[in-house]
């Protein structure tokens, strides 16, 4: 389905290789969109964009960027300011987990976590911001989890880079509600990629939420139907919300009940 909005805009995706952030770039460039793609494997985008440019004529731009690298963020975006000059949607969704007790991280893992989840998410929003608000008008999609609602055992540390993208998107939404500029949190559940090779090397978790997963064909829809509107927030699947309210209600209650299954990572 085509997003009308988005005929020849220009829109900026990270970690656009695979998953969520590929779907959501084929969307886009369906809809008519500009998109300009950013990952650390350069080779993969290359082949994404002979694809993407072969099926739908569209310009498609790609960086290689390992958002963790604020200096290599900054250089790629000035790259990109200056061969596009308006930017008209980023969407932050590079990032990726580590699913072990607290204990059993190293502060290597952790910092690399806050690094991409975090400080990667906020360097790129810096970079863009100064042109949205100079147009006077954008669109900024953040990339969280439902992990930054609901913290559960063995996630605490990616619990806490989502908690921390919520807060800062949360903020940033208010500080330009008044500018044209729309910010939307975007909050799913388990998703069907590769982010379980990395987070769950047991495989363990993965196999206990396989009824639930969605896939990042069904994320991307969302995202790209939203995009340019004043949606608030987007959470994936719908009904998983309701444990996200409950757990903000009866916090003890709920992770009373819910820890047969919250432990089965």
Not at 7 to 26: C, D, F, P, Q, W
Not at 49 to 72: A, G
Not at 140 to 151: E, P, T
Request: net charge positive.
């Amino acid at each position: 389905m085509k997003n009308e909005r988005l005929r020849h805009k220009n829109i900026i995706i990270t970690g656009a290789s695979s998953g969520v952030g590929l779907s959501i770039a084929e969307k886009c460039a369906t809809s008519g969109a500009n998109v300009i793609l950013l990952a650390r494997r350069l080779d993969v985008l290359k082949e994404i964009q002979e694809d993407l440019q072969n099926r739908y004529s569209v310009r498609v731009m790609i960086f290689k960027l390992d958002v963790s690298d604020t200096d290599e963020v900054k250089n790629v975006f000035q790259q990109i300011f200056q061969e596009i000059g308006e930017i008209d949607i980023l969407v932050n969704n590079a990032g990726f987990g580590i699913f072990r007790s607290a204990h059993e991280l190293s502060i290597e893992e952790i910092k690399g976590m806050f690094s991409v989840n975090v400080m990667g998410l906020i360097a790129c929003t810096n970079m863009v911001l100064p042109i949205m608000l100079k147009q006077g008008k954008g669109h900024i999609i953040n990339i969280a989890s439902q992990a930054g609602k609901i913290a559960t055992p063995k996630s605490s540390a990616y619990a806490a880079t989502k908690h921390a993208v919520l807060g800062f998107t949360n903020s940033l939404r208010m500080e330009v509600s008044d500018r044209n500029i729309f910010v939307t949190a975007v909050n799913p559940g388990p998703i069907e990629t590769n982010f379980f090779k990395r987070a769950d090397e047991t495989g363990n978790y993965e196999k206990s939420v396989k009824r639930v997963m969605i896939t990042p064909d069904y994320v991307a829809s969302k995202v790209v139907g939203a995009m340019l509107t004043k949606r608030r927030e987007i959470n994936l699947p719908g009904w998983m919300n309701a444990g996200s309210i409950l757990f903000a209600l009866f916090p003890g209650l709920f992770e009373k009940a819910g820890k047969p299954f919250l432990n089965k990572k």
